[in-house]
């Protein structure tokens, strides 16, 4: 059962554990309007509970304001008004800006679990001032094709508090079965991509004590990436695999037997073993395992 009472209460949460303790019959209050409020109930209220409710709502101390969303200050005029659910945070974003994403990986390699979108980055361009989060769970079938997805999206207010609403939304790959295959090669194309920097820090690590420039680092990794070109797009585009019964290696991706066969004369930092990785597995290895899914 519903109640209605009038007054504009800009902090809605703190009001509510209040009035709730105030009379456990209260279940839950919304804004109806800017000045009215819905009460739900359990079971209908005294008259001297109705009394006491009146006045519990007039004396209560509503003077906290709530800091606003910082995703406010940074979309256009014409996207201010929306509820910040709707908001386009790519597309609806001030010209001159735009969010920059600082993505993390699950278990799942070229799986991305979460993204944190932020304003700009400070003096040592580290991303900083956080405007949105997302975290991404994923179902998948034992082939590692995606049943559906649940995303939840979360809001920071000015002062870096999470804002308490939650979006949270559901994909169903499985309706279309071409939505399963292009989330695959959408997840290879981000580990292939993903995995390029850690490769060059890794090198910068094992060639960097042998005297070899940052310069020549960079050349020796463009041409890893140029020879191997063409597995790494056949592992992007179908993950491709040896299909003749007669190779040994018969049934196993394409990507990683090219990589077992890396000539470690023409690529010597490739059987190194940086510190990032223990000290005891090498580049190969750890790009072995990185496609092996």
Same mark, same amino acid.
């Given at each position: 059962?519903?109640?209605?009472?009038?007054?504009?209460?800009?902090?809605?949460?703190?009001?509510?554990?209040?009035?709730?303790?105030?009379?456990?019959?209260?279940?839950?209050?919304?804004?109806?309007?800017?000045?009215?409020?819905?009460?739900?109930?359990?079971?209908?209220?005294?008259?001297?509970?109705?009394?006491?409710?009146?006045?519990?709502?007039?004396?209560?101390? %509503?003077?906290?304001? =709530?800091?606003?969303? !910082?995703?406010?200050? &940074? @979309? *256009?005029?014409?996207?201010?008004?929306?509820?910040?659910?709707?908001?386009?945070?790519?597309?609806?974003?001030?010209?001159?800006?735009?969010?920059?994403?600082?993505?993390?990986?699950?278990?799942?390699?070229?799986?991305?679990?979460?993204?944190?979108?932020?304003?700009?980055?400070?003096?040592?361009?580290?991303?900083?001032?956080?405007?949105?989060?997302?975290?991404?769970?994923?179902?998948?079938?034992?082939?590692?094709?995606?049943?559906?997805?649940?995303?939840?999206?979360?809001?920071?207010?000015?002062?870096?508090?999470?804002?308490?609403?939650?979006?949270?939304?559901?994909?169903?790959?499985?309706?279309?079965?071409? %939505?399963?295959?292009? =989330?695959?090669?959408? !997840?290879?194309?981000? &580990? @292939? *991509?993903?995995?390029?920097?850690?490769?060059?820090?890794?090198?910068?690590?094992?060639?960097?004590?042998?005297?070899?420039?940052?310069?020549?680092?960079?050349?020796?990794?463009?041409?890893?990436?140029?020879?191997?070109?063409?597995?790494?797009?056949?592992?992007?585009?179908?993950?491709?695999?040896?299909?003749?019964?007669?190779?040994?290696?018969?049934?196993?991706?394409?990507?990683?037997?090219?990589?077992?066969?890396?000539?470690?004369?023409?690529?010597?930092?490739?059987?190194?073993?940086?510190?990032?990785?223990?000290?005891?597995?090498?580049?190969?290895?750890?790009?072995?395992?990185?496609?092996?899914?």
């Amino acid at each position: 059962m519903f109640i209605y009472k009038t007054r504009d209460i800009k902090n809605l949460n703190d009001f509510l554990d209040a009035v709730k303790v105030h009379n456990s019959k209260i279940q839950y209050v919304v804004k109806f309007a800017p000045d009215q409020l819905r009460f739900t109930l359990s079971e209908s209220l005294t008259e001297q509970e109705d009394d006491a409710l009146e006045s519990f709502i007039g004396a209560f101390d %509503d003077s906290y304001i =709530e800091s606003p969303l !910082r995703i406010l200050s &940074l @979309v *256009k005029e014409e996207a201010a008004h929306k509820h910040f659910h709707n908001i386009d945070y790519i597309k609806e974003i001030k010209s001159g800006m735009s969010l920059i994403p600082e993505r993390e990986s699950g278990t799942v390699q070229g799986e991305v679990r979460e993204v944190v979108w932020y304003a700009g980055v400070n003096e040592n361009l580290e991303p900083h001032t956080p405007v949105i989060k997302e975290n991404a769970t994923y179902t998948r079938a034992e082939s590692g094709l995606p049943y559906w997805r649940v995303k939840e999206r979360v809001w920071y207010r000015e002062d870096g508090t999470i804002h308490p609403e939650k979006k949270i939304t559901v994909k169903f790959y499985v309706v279309n079965k071409q %939505d399963m295959i292009d =989330e695959g090669i959408k !997840r290879r194309s981000l &580990l @292939v *991509k993903s995995i390029q920097i850690p490769v060059m820090e890794m090198m910068g690590e094992v060639l960097t004590p042998l005297n070899v420039t940052e310069a020549a680092i960079l050349i020796k990794g463009r041409h890893f990436m140029d020879q191997f070109e063409h597995e790494f797009n056949k592992f992007i585009d179908n993950s491709s695999t040896i299909a003749d019964p007669a190779d040994p290696n018969y049934g196993r991706k394409s990507v990683i037997v090219a990589l077992e066969n890396v000539d470690a004369l023409e690529h010597s930092w490739i059987d190194m073993a940086p510190n990032s990785l223990g000290g005891d597995t090498t580049i190969r290895q750890y790009l072995i395992n990185e496609f092996d899914i």
